[in-house]
C-alpha cells in the first residue's frame, strides 16, 4: 500500500514536471524581437486616410517563471497628403516611443496560457512642417505620456505554431482613450528564431465621432 502511494506521489510529481517544461517551451519570455508595422488612420474629416509607420525592437526578461519585464523603442512616422473638411493638407511627421512594461502570465491548460499586460509608454514628436491651403507653418516639438493595459491569450496549435489574441485599453496622454483589439501568430523557424505576424484595431471615440486604426505589422524574434 506505501508502495503503491510512492508511485502515485511520483507520477503526480513527473506530470507536474512535464507540464511545467512544456510549458516553458511552448511560451518563452527570454527574447529579443524586431519588428516593422504599417498603420492606417480614418479619422473624421480627413480624406484619404492617414498613413503611418513605425520599426522598432524589443526586449523580454523572465525575472519569475510566471513574470516578465519588457523595453520597447520605436521609430514612428506619420504622412497625410489630402483635404481635411474639404482644406488640402500635407504633413509628415516622426517621433520616437519608449516603452517600459512587465507581463504576468500563466498557463491555464497544457497548450494555452492567459496573460496580463501593463506598460508605460514615453513619446516623443519631432518639429515639422505642415501645409494648409498652401500655406506653411511649423509644429513644434512635443512630448506625450501614455499607459496601456490588456488581457491576452496564447495557445499553441502545436508546439511550433501558436496564436495569440488580445484586448485592452490605451489611457493618458493628449489624445483620446483608445481601446484596442489584436490577433497574431507565431511560427518557430528552428529552436532559437520565430517569425510573427499581427493584426490590429484600435477605435478611440471623441464626442459623437469614432476614429480607426488598423494596422499590420511582421516581427523576428530570437530567444536566448
Not at 480614418?42 to 510566471?66: M, N, Q, R
Not at 514612428?76 to 497628403?81: A, D, E, I, P, R
Request: glycine fraction near 12%.
Amino acid at each position: 500500500m506505501r508502495n503503491s502511494w510512492l508511485v502515485g506521489v511520483l507520477v503526480v510529481g513527473v506530470c507536474v514536471l512535464c507540464r511545467s517544461a512544456v510549458a516553458d517551451e511552448l511560451f518563452r519570455y527570454n527574447y529579443v524581437e524586431a519588428g516593422y508595422g504599417k498603420v492606417t488612420d480614418d479619422v473624421k474629416g480627413f480624406s484619404p486616410k492617414i498613413d503611418g509607420s513605425d520599426y522598432g525592437i524589443l526586449g523580454s526578461y523572465a525575472v519569475h517563471e510566471l513574470v516578465a519585464i519588457t523595453i520597447q523603442y520605436t521609430k514612428l512616422k506619420t504622412s497625410f497628403n489630402g483635404n481635411f473638411s474639404g482644406t488640402p493638407v500635407s504633413l509628415t511627421s516622426n517621433g520616437n516611443a519608449l516603452t517600459v512594461g512587465v507581463t504576468l502570465h500563466k498557463m491555464i491548460s497544457d497548450n494555452t496560457e492567459l496573460g496580463l499586460d501593463l506598460a508605460r509608454d514615453h513619446i516623443s514628436y519631432d518639429a515639422y512642417t505642415m501645409t494648409v491651403a498652401g500655406t506653411p507653418s511649423t509644429v513644434p516639438s512635443s512630448t506625450d505620456n501614455t499607459n496601456d493595459f490588456g488581457i491576452r491569450v496564447r495557445t499553441a496549435i502545436v508546439p511550433e505554431f501558436r496564436l495569440l489574441a488580445s484586448a485592452g485599453r490605451t489611457t493618458g496622454g493628449s489624445n483620446a482613450a483608445s481601446t484596442n483589439y489584436d490577433i497574431g501568430a507565431e511560427y518557430e523557424l528552428g529552436k532559437d528564431f520565430s517569425l510573427g505576424v499581427d493584426y490590429g484595431l484600435s477605435t478611440s471615440s471623441t464626442g459623437s465621432s469614432t476614429d480607426y486604426a488598423r494596422g499590420f505589422s511582421i516581427s523576428g524574434r530570437y530567444y536566448y
